[in-house]
């Protein structure tokens, strides 16, 4: 499936800039550096969110041909020029080399060795970094080298991680981890390695749901990775799983979900629910020159987008297990449910991303179809801020917990086992058995994760046709 194709009947720009940089060879010719300057300015001209903050984004910012052709050429690279226009309260808008693997991202296609982890700061010593194994993908090299979930790792071929080199370090296709342990205060190697390899893959983000018996009533617990549109299916059938038994609550584990497709997110708020059908959700506000075309009011839905009935559970409350990577879709779950039922979330301070792109292709008209053949840059700009219906958004802080309890990194527990700690403290809270609003607070900072090597790493996106 493809997203976040476009059709604008029109040209902002006009045809002060059309045919600069034309090119009438047969043959696709490699595009210069120019070339791609002049697509990235005018697509974040025509769609940039925050375009009234950048001056040099502004519609008569250029007399002249030459003008404009002089001002490109300031800019040596692609990633340069992006980076100029971008504003400076921006930390999501992203431009890619290659496209086509930021179309497979969507699709929830990636290099993987299965091994998803979190990084976190030394303790004692911030400067190290040591990861721990947030889960283990089915089918994947690491499942078949026995690495589990809560596992510490202190080395990549053999050495130290820091906040300087892990990226670096885990950008490979291949490494090998040196294992850890700790005990909460310190990392100690324990001289065993894994190597691991990554391979195409493509992951259910549905990775576990099942049915909790608390104090005799049956609660849903479902833990949703990704908003990955062709899992939509996917989804519903877990919540068909949910119907039978009539379920009195759900726990949501969004606690690794950063994010993806808004129409996901729309109907998985219409799976937790089903009493708002055509409420309002959210609405959406574009930048001046766009609102009036596209900005849209998004509602609660009775069918996902191949036209399937939505298994819907019709609760009046929902716990949303959240992380600082719970971000962007997985926050505008929580925002759009919010006026409507009780959202109880439980964890740490989710990640603050209110935004959503679209991509942007070099085209006639910015879509997919029609891509200059001559590279494969594509932007992904922020294009609007979803606002929920009585009016919230700009939460750049993220929402805080109800229940504030960081992971244990010393003692991470079973996903879906009782004891787990965020899921126990869900299910105290449901149960009644414990009322503490602060538990288990460490302290240690998060620095990234496995899915930073993703293209759509925390990013929501719309999907308009072309």
Not at 122 to 127: G, I, K, V
Not at 318 to 330: E, F, G, H
Not at 339 to 348: A, H
Not at 386 to 391: A, Q
Request: hydrophobic fraction near 35%.
């Amino acid at each position: 499936m493809r997203f976040l194709k476009l059709f604008l009947p029109f040209m902002v720009l006009g045809s002060l800039f059309t045919g600069c940089f034309d090119d009438n060879d047969d043959v696709p010719q490699v595009a210069s550096t120019l070339d791609i300057n002049d697509f990235i300015w005018k697509g974040m001209n025509v769609f940039y969110l925050y375009k009234a903050d950048v001056p040099d984004l502004a519609n008569n910012r250029f007399s002249s041909d030459q003008e404009y052709t002089d001002y490109l050429r300031g800019f040596t690279s692609p990633e340069q020029i992006f980076g100029d226009l971008q504003s400076n309260i921006d930390e999501f808008s992203f431009l890619v080399d290659d496209y086509i693997a930021l179309e497979q991202a969507f699709d929830g296609v990636t290099m993987n060795n299965g091994m998803e982890y979190g990084l976190v700061r030394y303790p004692n010593n911030p400067s190290n970094v040591f990861g721990y194994v947030r889960y283990v993908l089915p089918n994947t090299d690491a499942e078949a080298k026995g690495i589990k979930r809560g596992y510490v790792f202190s080395t990549v071929d053999g050495t130290q991680i820091t906040d300087q080199n892990f990226r670096e370090l885990l950008a490979a296709d291949s490494y090998t981890i040196g294992l850890a342990t700790f005990d909460g205060t310190n990392v100690t190697p324990t001289n065993t390695e894994v190597s691991l390899t990554k391979v195409q893959y493509t992951e259910n983000p549905v990775f576990m749901t099942k049915t909790i018996d608390v104090g005799g009533n049956p609660v849903g617990y479902i833990v949703y990775n990704s908003f990955t549109a062709d899992f939509d299916a996917q989804l519903n059938a877990a919540f068909a799983q949910f119907t039978a038994p009539k379920v009195t609550d759900l726990i949501l584990d969004l606690r690794y979900n950063g994010g993806g497709s808004v129409t996901s997110a729309i109907d998985l708020a219409s799976m937790i629910t089903g009493q708002f059908d055509n409420e309002v959700f959210t609405t959406e506000e574009w930048n001046a020159d766009l609102q009036d075309q596209f900005g849209s009011i998004n509602r609660f839905d009775s069918q996902i987008r191949t036209g399937e009935a939505i298994n819907s559970l019709n609760l009046s409350r929902v716990y949303i297990l959240t992380t600082r990577s719970s971000a962007s879709a997985s926050e505008l779950v929580i925002n759009g449910l919010d006026p409507y039922i009780q959202t109880i979330k439980v964890g740490d301070t989710t990640r603050g991303k209110f935004q959503a792109s679209i991509t942007v292709y070099d085209s006639e008209n910015y879509g997919r179809q029609g891509a200059d053949p001559g590279h494969t840059y594509a932007m992904q700009p922020l294009v609007l801020k979803s606002i929920n219906s009585v009016g919230f958004t700009d939460y750049f802080d993220g929402f805080a917990p109800d229940v504030l309890i960081e992971e244990d990194f010393s003692n991470l527990g079973e996903l879906g086992n009782e004891e787990e700690p965020l899921l126990k403290a869900a299910i105290d809270h449901i149960s009644g058995t414990r009322q503490a609003k602060n538990y288990n607070v460490k302290g240690l900072e998060n620095i990234g994760n496995s899915k930073m090597f993703s293209p759509n790493y925390e990013k929501m996106y719309v999907e308009i046709k072309e």
